[in-house]
């Protein structure tokens, strides 16, 4: 059964950049098509960030299109994101998840808070 | 920036049937299929219902979803305290060349 558990700093500065990995266990990231991540404003609804494809090609939400990028490591057996220029806007619960066949969430990690803050 | 719209709340006593909706458009839920998510309080999301009316193997058959033209729905049936949670509709949208959720509905249980 997939685990997925996210990392990354809790705290992050305003302009500065969010990273965050998110290690995958019990299969190989190779064996899902699709990877992606999700996100939470404190007492807010989900909001959906991006995703990658097997092949590498990515989608990504139009409204962080310009500051976001999502990667996949094999050799790690991990799934990045980096969001750049970050405001008070961008805290949220991240979440990553593997997609089904049709790319929607079906396996989730448990979420990581990040506060963008000074 | 969502466009799936959902009630905010929906309520019943344990054994009613509850029913959530979520309105798209032609760009989404009219060409595409839906999905339902269930978010017990502080926990991550849980994939409940896939492709409109499939159920991944584990979740009760009390749950189903449905889809017609460009609304969704889902349906609780023998409401349980243990279903109180928040819910949200999910599906691509060609306009946005994005996935949306929707707004979300929150479900108490009397």
């Known amino acids: 059964q997939v685990q997925l558990q996210e990392s990354g700093p809790g705290l992050v500065k305003p302009s500065g950049t969010l990273s965050l990995n998110c290690a995958v266990f019990g299969v190989s990231i190779s064996s899902s098509k699709w990877w992606s991540w999700v996100r939470q404003p404190p007492e807010k609804g989900l909001e959906w960030v991006g995703d990658i494809y097997e092949s590498g090609s990515t989608n990504y939400n139009p409204s962080l299109k310009s500051r976001v990028a999502i990667s996949v490591d094999k050799s790690r057996n991990q799934l990045s994101l980096n969001l750049t220029f970050v405001t008070a806007a961008d805290t949220a619960v991240y979440y990553c998840?593997?997609?089904?066949?049709?790319?929607?969430?079906?396996?989730w990690g448990q979420g990581t808070l990040v506060t963008v803050s000074s | 920036q969502s466009v799936l719209t959902q009630p905010p709340s929906a309520s019943g006593t344990p054994g009613q049937r509850v029913t959530i909706s979520c309105s798209g458009s032609s760009s989404n839920i009219g060409k595409t299929y839906v999905y339902w998510y269930q978010q017990l309080p502080g926990t991550a999301p849980k994939l409940l219902i896939y492709r409109n009316n499939q159920r991944p193997s584990g979740v009760p058959d009390r749950f189903s979803g449905s889809k017609s033209g460009t609304s969704a729905s889902l349906a609780i049936s023998g409401l349980r305290s243990e279903d109180e949670a928040d819910y949200y509709c999910a599906a691509w949208d060609d306009s946005l060349r994005g996935r949306i959720f929707g707004t979300g509905t929150k479900v108490t249980v009397l």
């Open positions: 998840s593997r997609g089904d066949s049709s790319g929607y969430p079906s396996d």
